[in-house]
């Protein structure tokens, strides 16, 4: 049997505080403040907060995570019936609001909060049941590396993980299963350490990749991006703000292309191709390069080292739907239908 790996656990007791990437940069971008705002990441609740201590009338805050309203019970009453907490998944952001909205934020990835807590699973630093489920339903990561076949797993470490041992790490995990199915935390770091050279000092968790790949799969993140993209686009008015912050290069990638896309500003493609009808353009961009965290926060907040911030604000054209094949949304296989688990 492959040994667990060496780094120490760190208690699931021990909590680390939760400190919002990038929050000064974007209330400096949408500012000023006013009228009503989504926060359709609410997490710890720093966006939610910072808005409504700014000026916002009212702020709309979601998540799909029960834990993060529960938490927001200890200070959401601060703010009355500014504040209104909403459980649901931002891809349907449009659901939840009664009118046109002056601005939408979204942090995406997973919090300090969840990575803390063992039992959620996202973490291979600690112990604890292979689920990374964000809304407690639905498939687990145990579902996904127990029951896809070596070359799904694969697909889902490539494409949603850009983890370039996806096959080794794939083909080693099915070995694995065979003898017993993988169900904690690290008994899979062990699989992926096993599978890859020791990670120098300063380099990533030999694990993160793959980590984080199931964890997008599992909640079917770029999906539920392009989802929240689109939703965002039929409730903004002319003018309002959407303010959007990532922490992976795919997640960057499809919220650049949707913003060029929605300006109108998408290249021909081929030569040979027919030529395509410019746009109206639905988002003006306020910086075509994305802002990133300066030498300060990178200092105080490592989980700052990749956060990338995009703005776009909204124009008067009527909105409409994306055009998903030029984004560049990776290729998954079929997931299986439940969990084992239900």
């Known amino acids: 049997m492959v040994p667990l790996p060496t780094v120490p656990p760190r208690p699931a007791e021990v909590s680390t505080p939760h400190t919002p990437v990038l929050l000064g940069s974007l209330m400096r971008e949408v500012s000023p403040v006013s009228g009503v705002w989504l926060d359709g990441t609410l997490g710890a609740g720093g966006y939610s907060r910072a808005l409504l201590d700014s000026g916002a009338e009212r702020v709309i805050s979601v998540d799909r995570d029960p834990a993060a309203l529960a938490a927001a019970a200890s200070w959401a009453g601060d703010y009355g019936n500014r504040l209104r907490l ?124 793959t980590f984080q790949a199931l964890r997008i799969a599992v909640n079917r993140e770029f999906d539920q991006l392009v989802d929240g993209l689109e939703a965002a686009e039929r409730v903004l008015k002319p003018g309002g703000v959407l303010a959007v912050v990532t922490f992976h290069s795919i997640e960057d990638r499809l919220v650049k292309r949707f913003f060029r896309q929605r300006g109108g500003l998408d290249r021909q493609g081929s030569r040979h191709a027919p030529p395509r009808e410019r746009m109206e353009a639905r988002f003006r961009q306020k910086a075509r390069t994305p802002i990133r965290p300066d030498a300060r926060e990178l200092t105080d907040n490592r989980r700052s080292r990749s956060a990338k911030l995009r703005v776009g604000v909204r124009t008067c054209a009527e909105a409409g739907q994306c055009d998903r094949t030029t984004l560049g949304l990776p290729a998954l296989p079929a997931l299986p239908a439940r969990s084992l688990g239900q």
Do not use: W, Y
């Open 86 to 209: 909403v459980e649901g998944e931002f891809g349907c952001l449009d659901r939840f609001v009664d009118g046109p909205l002056d601005g939408i934020t979204l942090d995406l990835g997973v919090s300090s909060m969840q990575l803390d807590d063992s039992e959620r699973g996202f973490s291979f630093m600690v112990d604890g049941p292979l689920d990374m489920r964000m809304g407690r339903k639905g498939l687990t990561a145990a579902d996904l590396v127990n029951r896809l076949s070596e070359a799904e797993l694969a697909m889902v470490l490539r494409s949603c993980g850009e983890e370039r041992a996806a096959r080794r790490i794939a083909r080693a995990a099915v070995q694995r299963r065979t003898r017993t199915p993988i169900t904690r935390t690290l008994e899979l770091a062990s699989v992926v350490q096993a599978c890859l050279p020791r990670a120098k000092p300063g380099q990533s968790h030999p694990a993160t990749r």
